[in-house]
């Protein structure tokens, strides 16, 4: 009787084993929160930009000079690029783009998009000088607004490794600059640590 | 030898171990307005396991440039290190959430007793209240 009892616990267990086995094969796919931690693997990711544009864009809008000049008025900023200097590729752009839209849609800051001007430019020029646009609703040449400050900015890693364990630092740096008089006007720091540690089985 | 019994058994745990695993934790949640600061009345618990670990404490909010600016405490109750998320959403006058979807969750790891300041600035002018997250890894 004991025998038999076990004989049907050792069969139960060992097919739902082996179902949890056979689902762990199949391939599934479903969406996933965006904005959710991701630690896929140790590189960079969805997480490290959200949390280094949150950082940024909440001590840009709450510095206190930053403060006093927008409380006064919108002031206009360009965004130049974002070195990368680590070893990674990393899309430094998306970066930048999620930074300045935050700051946009604060209402705080203008910006001017430099990515574009050629195509302002030919756009513009078609308006004037086509002969096929209505002059009187065409936008003029010459009326842009200069940018008053510029955004810039690193990238850079410290990468260690040893057989089981790979830690990366990252270090992201953001500045703005008055361009009329080359004095920066505020700068600050992210600092992301992340480690990948071997499991017991080497998976 | 031992028998097949004992084999059955480990088994098992390692399934109830793997099960377990899989779960991740729902957490507790603050609600603040910069008029009314009492974190009690308006600390919702949605999982006693992480409210037995994790607790929000000394919310503090200010006006700056327009934005408002919110910190709060977050304390591990624990001896040992808990790692947690936590998550700001906004709300406007009417209690709509602005910018929804834009603020990410953030990992933090708080080591035994240990208690760190989180900090939200609202995404615009118009937020008149906010509720932080906060759920275990």
Known sequence: MLIKKRSSILSVTLVAGSLLLLQGCSTK??????TGVETTTIDFGSTDLQQIAAKMVDSVLTFPPIVQVTNERRPVMFVDKIKNKTTEHIDTESITDTISTR????????FVDMTKVAEVQEQLSFQNNS???NQDAAAQIGRQIGAEYMMYGNLSSIVKKTNDVKDVYYKFTLKVMHLESGIVEWSDEKEIRKQREKSLFGM | MRSPHYFVKGFAVLLLAASLVACSTSGIEAIGKPDDADVKKHLLIHSDALANKVTISDMRSREVGGLLEVNLKLANLTSSDKAVEYRFSWFDADEFEVEAGTDAWTPVNLHGAQSVT??????NGSVKSYRLNVKGQ
Request: hydrophobic share 45%; proline share 4%.
């Open chain 1, 131 to 133: 002969g096929m646009v």
């Open chain 2, 118 to 123: 989180v900090r939200g600035v609202a995404p």
């Open chain 1, 103 to 110: 700051i946009l849609r604060s209402g705080k800051f203008r």
């Open chain 1, 29 to 34: 796919v479903g969406y996933q929160d965006a």
